[in-house]
């Protein structure tokens, strides 16, 4: 059942909307198809069979009236009499014989004909459904001669059946009209809830989304509008302590650094003034941290511009720097937070390498940059570890080559606030990769 069902679901739709129109029209046509089964039960197989013996009944009662009354004038009557009661247009040929070879009809209407001729006349004949449109011959072996019978098509085929399709098909693609309005504005509300959420995670605006539809999908949509305000709050009551905390850690620091300043070349003093420039260092990791992307709004960027810039900083600071961009990349972006993200991963890469890559260019409906360096890397059990807050690898990689264990955390951070992510490798220069991916 396995496999089965696995092919199965491959054809199934997957938006909600083609799912609920398949809840919709599976019954519609299991029903149109067992009435379509009892009708050509019933109705259709039935009726065509009674027509058939109607008109073998006519021509069997024709050939009866003109043996009993033999004669040229009882002829023309008796065939005048079916031609004006049973619509039926009769020729005789004397002496013709008709082919001995047995003819076989596939049709409904001659099956059904050749049966009841079979069972009322019980003589040589020949069916002709193909020469004429409206009309259908029927050639009668008799003693001396042929009968030909020419009657209307209507007397063996009943155009209820066409009429009953017409309706049936009719009224289901009515209703499946109908049912697709119906669902697709069902569907909206959920599609705006979606559109919302995605926006939401991507840090874009989203004041303008208000609960609509159903009332299940109103009461999703409040949720999520709750759920936003909690989360914003959280993260302006995070950034409000934290920026308090280092407000009030600077000005002891201040007073610290004043008292430092008139000891002058004591004992012990640049020991101190190292310390606390370290305290400093990691107060502002600290805060870049709890500050996120903070109150700036998304705007269209030059991508390009930003890591000409960001590259331009790392070459200030020693690093060399190996930039490729391919052609002018606008993308939706908070310029200061996603500048800091770069800063933070080709810092880091220009710490610890002799060489760093940059390389940016579209990929599909996203944006992908990596960085490479040639330096020694991190361990693949380590890929995931290196982003957790304050972690911070052992070897080459130690707290002594400086940082508080926030840039990559920070990087992540504002990458996923963007609707992205960051994602750690091998680098083919032997180093460490970086990619990071940003949604247009």
Same mark, same amino acid.
């Given at each position: *059942?396995? =496999?089965? %069902?696995?092919?199965?679901?491959?054809?199934? =739709?997957?938006?909600?909307?083609?799912?609920?129109?398949?809840?919709?029209?599976? =019954?519609?046509?299991?029903?149109?198809?067992?009435?379509?089964?009892?009708?050509?039960?019933?109705?259709? +197989?039935?009726?065509?069979?009674?027509? !058939?013996?109607?008109?073998?009944?006519?021509?069997?009662?024709? /050939?009866?009236?003109?043996?009993?009354? =033999?004669?040229?004038?009882?002829?023309?009557? /008796?065939?005048?009499?079916? !031609?004006?009661?049973?619509? *039926?247009?009769?020729?005789?040929?004397?002496? &013709?014989?008709?082919?001995?070879a047995k003819r076989t009809y596939s049709g409904l209407m001659e099956t059904t004909l050749t049966e009841a001729l079979d069972s009322h006349v019980g003589r040589p004949y020949r069916i002709d459904t193909e020469t004429h449109d409206r009309d259908v011959v029927i050639d009668i072996q008799l003693a001396n001669g042929v009968l030909r019978v020419v009657t209307p098509r209507k007397r063996l085929f009943s155009s209820t059946a066409y009429v009953f399709v017409i309706w049936m098909v009719g009224t289901s693609l009515i209703l499946f009209a109908l049912a697709t309005i119906f669902m697709r504005n069902q569907v909206k509300p959920i599609r705006r809830l979606a559109i919302a959420a995605d926006n939401f995670g991507k840090g874009r605006e989203v004041s303008t989304f208000?609960?609509?539809?159903?009332?299940?999908?109103?009461? !999703?949509?409040? &949720?999520?509008?709750? *759920?936003?305000?909690?989360?914003?709050?959280? /993260?302006?009551?995070? %950034?409000? #302590?934290?920026?308090?905390v280092s407000h009030d850690l600077r000005t002891?620091?201040?007073? #610290?650094?004043?008292?430092?300043?008139?000891?002058? +070349? !004591?004992?012990?003093?640049?020991?101190?003034?190292?310390?606390i420039a370290d305290m400093e260092h990691m107060l502002d990791g600290y805060l870049a941290f709890a500050r996120g992307e903070g109150a700036e709004e998304p705007q269209p960027t030059d991508l390009t511009a930003l890591l000409n810039e960001a590259a331009a900083q790392a070459r200030r600071k020693g690093g060399v720097i190996d930039l490729h961009t391919?052609?002018?990349?606008?993308?939706p972006l908070r310029p200061n937070a996603f500048k800091r993200c770069l800063t933070n991963l080709i810092d880091n890469a220009i710490q610890y390498a002799d060489h760093v890559s940059v390389r940016a260019g579209q990929r599909g409906d996203a944006v992908e940059i990596t960085v490479d360096d040639d330096g020694p890397g991190i361990p693949e059990n380590q890929l995931d570890d290196v982003f957790k807050p304050f972690y911070r690898l052992d070897g080459s990689r130690n707290p002594g080559t400086g940082g508080v264990g926030l840039g990559l955390t920070i990087a992540r951070d504002v990458m996923r606030g963007h609707g992205g992510d960051i994602a750690l490798s091998a680098s083919p220069n032997g180093g460490l990769r970086a990619r990071l991916r940003v949604p247009l």
């Open positions: *059942m396995g =496999p089965i %069902t696995t092919t199965i679901k491959q054809f199934l =739709p997957k938006s909600l909307l083609g799912r609920s129109l398949l809840i919709i029209v599976m =019954p519609l046509v299991i029903l149109q198809l067992v009435s379509a089964a009892i009708f050509w039960e019933t109705h259709w +197989d039935k009726v065509s069979q009674r027509l !058939a013996r109607g008109v073998a009944g006519d021509i069997a009662a024709v /050939i009866n009236l003109v043996r009993q009354y =033999p004669g040229r004038e009882n002829q023309e009557w /008796i065939f005048r009499i079916a !031609a004006n009661n049973m619509e *039926m247009a009769m020729l005789f040929d004397a002496g &013709a014989v008709l082919p001995n208000k609960p609509e539809g159903a009332a299940e999908v109103r009461q !999703a949509a409040a &949720a999520f509008l709750a *759920m936003r305000e909690r989360i914003i709050r959280q /993260i302006s009551q995070r %950034t409000d #302590m934290l920026a308090g002891p620091l201040t007073r #610290m650094k004043l008292q430092l300043e008139m000891l002058g +070349d !004591a004992e012990g003093a640049a020991e101190l003034k190292a310390d391919e052609g002018q990349l606008m993308v």
